[in-house]
């Protein structure tokens, strides 16, 4: 696990421990339990009510606001709590997304949150069954999360008359077989359901034709973990963490060659500066600064001058980019931002489900002419290409969102990078592996 340390102040990390999280008893002992006790004696609307007003948004990458999604399941009726399988809560747990490691840090370091963050989600939006989908590399979290499953049942917290209430909550670990699409939130439904992880079409969206074709949310790992403490401490509590619109805490990361690559909960919207500068400590030494991914893989490069932008779903899309899951990736000037682009397009080739035509056959076609360039046999030829891809595999013309998401960091770096494209061609080779400035230290 990356560098981590715990900041008590911290609502969703203030009692991470990574070597021993805290048992079911401690986690009581420390306020745990508290927002699920506030949510079982409120009825489903209610609940429904208070996430809503939150204004909490998707932590996964999306930022869609999770009251308003939860709004768009059918039937909060009274009667329908407990018929049986007549709605589903999934947690995505599988994070794959190249840079992001904020996940794996609150399950391993404070599973019994996760599984109350299930109690109150499923309560709200009336489900008997929840999963967690879980990526199959984290077998820590797997153990971790099925232990605190198997404490909170024998504490009376999941099963049947939860706290003597007449509400039933059965929740199960489901550990993934490992593709990067199953994290897409119909794919993962179609891997649950034992089917191939393609994508679903949308619409109908999940909330209304989900998991066996019953209404389902599925929401983030971070963006669950914020509900104990919403219920804790209520609603304005949650807008007065962050000083500006968004509201809450965010789990921001940094990789790359920076000092100190780690996770960081800290409120929404520090600027990048700040996480890059203050936390990360900046550029390991005699390596400069050239640009940075966001939120992941599948975001927008942004560089220098955008290093005062707050980081939250507005500033961050006005500069160019998205927040996405806010793990930065930091490209250095001894790295190729067309041997980045490479690898990331590699990556995302490899995981395309291969449904539809421009991202089975555009990710591959991508990856052959970068790897031209980057080899230093590209033309001019190949940068007009490359752009038109780029408008051929976006939103609107593929069938989810994983092409478009592979664009991102292309399209951005032949606006920022565009130079070094020139350089390779130019120059018949990679001008930083073949010229003057070596490619490792
Ligand atoms: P999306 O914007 O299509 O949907 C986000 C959520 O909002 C979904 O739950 C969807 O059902 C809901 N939604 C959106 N429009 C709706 C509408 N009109 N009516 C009802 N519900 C609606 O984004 P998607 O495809 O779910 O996620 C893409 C994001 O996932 C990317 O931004 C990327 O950053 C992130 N991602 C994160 C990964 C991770 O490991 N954390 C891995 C891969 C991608």
């Not at 209610?46 to 059918?74: E, I, N, Y």
């Not at 605190?148 to 670990?173: H, P, R, V």
């Not at 890059?276 to 940075?292: E, I, P, V």
């Not at 592979?406 to 120059?427: C, G, M, Q, T, W």
């Amino acid at each position: 696990m990356s560098n981590f340390i715990v900041d008590p102040s911290m609502p969703l990390t203030g009692l991470i421990n990574l070597a021993q999280p805290l048992s079911f008893a401690g986690y009581q002992a420390s306020g745990g339990y508290q927002g699920a006790q506030k949510a079982l004696k409120m009825s489903s609307a209610q609940c429904l009510d208070v996430v809503k007003d939150s204004g909490l948004k998707g932590r996964g990458g999306a930022g869609f606001p999770t009251g308003m999604k939860w709004s768009f399941v059918p039937m909060f009726a009274e009667d329908d709590v407990n018929a049986p399988d007549n709605k589903y809560l999934v947690c995505n747990a599988d994070e794959m997304e190249p840079g992001t490691f904020k996940d794996r840090l609150l399950i391993e370091g404070n599973p019994q949150q996760l599984v109350e963050s299930m109690l109150i989600g499923a309560y709200t939006i009336g489900a008997n069954k929840a999963y967690i989908f879980l990526r199959g590399e984290y077998f820590l979290a797997a153990k971790r999360i099925q232990t605190a499953i198997d404490e909170a049942y024998k504490a009376g917290w999941l099963g049947t008359n939860i706290q003597g209430s007449n509400y039933q909550l059965d929740l199960y670990l489901h550990t993934s077989a490992g593709r990067y699409i199953c994290g897409e939130e119909t794919a993962l439904i179609n891997a649950l359901e034992g089917k191939r992880a393609n994508p679903r079409a949308k619409p109908p969206f999940p909330q209304v034709s989900g998991l066996f074709g019953k209404p389902t949310i599925v929401n983030n790992v971070e963006t669950l973990c914020n509900l104990p403490h919403i219920f804790k401490h209520g609603g304005d509590w949650f807008k007065d963490f962050s000083p500006n619109s968004d509201p809450g805490s965010k789990i921001y990361g940094a990789s790359g060659r920076v000092k100190n690559p780690g996770l960081w909960e800290m409120p929404m919207g520090m600027t990048i500066g700040h996480v890059l500068n203050d936390k990360a400590k900046g550029m390991q030494d005699g390596l400069k600064f050239r640009g940075l991914l966001p939120g992941g893989a599948s975001t927008d490069f942004l560089v220098e001058e955008h290093l005062d932008t707050p980081m939250d779903y507005d500033n961050i899309a006005k500069a160019g980019s998205r927040l996405g899951t806010a793990g930065l990736i930091v490209l250095d000037d001894h790295n190729c931002p067309v041997g980045m682009v490479l690898n990331l397009l590699q990556f995302f080739a490899q995981e395309s489900c291969g449904y539809c035509t421009p991202c089975r056959d555009g990710t591959p076609w991508v990856v052959e002419i970068l790897t031209r360039i980057e080899q230093g046999n590209g033309t001019l030829a190949d940068i007009d290409s490359l752009e038109k891809l780029c408008d051929f595999m976006w939103i609107g013309k593929t069938h989810c969102a994983l092409a478009p998401g592979a664009v991102e960091p292309l399209r951005s770096a032949l606006k920022y990078f565009h130079d070094d494209f020139l350089e390779h061609i130019d120059k018949g080779c990679c001008p930083i592996k073949h010229g003057n400035k070596p490619a490792t230290l």
